[in-house]
């Protein structure tokens, strides 16, 4: 069964509102998560690593003041992306580490569409 | 720079034969090595990992992992319509990240 679960699914906003999503890890406690963004056609990209009880980690381009990430429990990692322009959609996937070394089991995704 | 290459395809391959994907990376010192499914409008779902080199099987797939050549592919024997999927190559390059490659679309012809 799924490991990962992500809140919303998909979710339409309009152009200058903030959006939350929610990625759980459902049967381990996880000090890091990670947040990737996948645009039409292309690869993963990652865009920020968690970190539970400090500063997230974010990838050279990726503006932390724009996509808010709090890691607030063991088991809670939120993305907040602040004032959603179009050029934001895209499929936001989180991740937590798995049992052998650097694997990595992905959450469901979370459509995001920017009008 | 680290880096990942991956032929982006589309392969096509006949219902019942294998499907062979491959794989190359920029660091020799790479460590762990691992290939996702990824279903159109989906999340990546991992199908194999492999950390030394040789032959790794898991059902019909194997995963071959060569250092020297800096080269990890992926078969799939007796493919399946269900096989059809973008397939990426995903490579730990020392620390808790994985760079993933652009991914090769598969598709399995009935």
């Known amino acids: 069964g799924a490991v990962v679960s992500q809140h919303p699914s998909r979710v339409i906003c309009k152009s200058g509102t903030s959006v939350k999503i929610e990625c759980r890890s459902l049967d381990f406690q996880a000090t890091t998560m990670f947040w990737y963004r996948q645009f039409p056609k292309q690869s993963l990209m990652l865009m920020a690593t968690s970190n539970e009880g400090s500063k997230a980690t974010y990838e050279q381009g990726v503006e932390k003041d724009k996509f808010l990430i709090n890691h607030a429990s063991l088991t809670l990692s939120t993305l907040t992306v602040t004032s959603a322009h179009p050029e934001d959609s895209s499929f936001y996937i989180c991740?937590?580490?798995?049992?052998?070394?650097?694997?990595?089991?992905f959450g469901p995704g979370t459509r995001l569409t920017v009008t | 720079q680290k880096e990942v290459e991956q032929n982006s395809g589309p392969l096509s391959v006949p219902e019942g034969a294998i499907a062979s994907l491959n794989c190359t990376y920029s660091?020799?010192?790479?460590?762990?090595f691992f290939w996702y499914r990824q279903y159109s409008g989906k999340s990546p779902e991992l199908i194999m990992s492999?950390?030394?080199?040789g032959d790794k099987e898991d059902g019909r797939f194997t995963a071959q992992l060569n250092k020297a050549s800096q080269y990890v592919s992926l078969l799939i024997r007796d493919s399946q319509p269900s096989d059809s999927a973008t397939y990426l190559c995903?490579?730990?390059?020392?620390?808790?990240?994985?760079?993933f490659g652009t991914g090769t679309r598969l598709t399995i012809i009935p």
């Open positions: 660091d020799r010192g790479s460590q762990s």
């Open positions: 991740s937590r580490p798995g049992p052998t070394p650097y694997e990595q089991y």
């Open positions: 995903a490579v730990n390059f020392g620390n808790e990240k994985l760079t």
């Open positions: 492999i950390y030394s080199n």
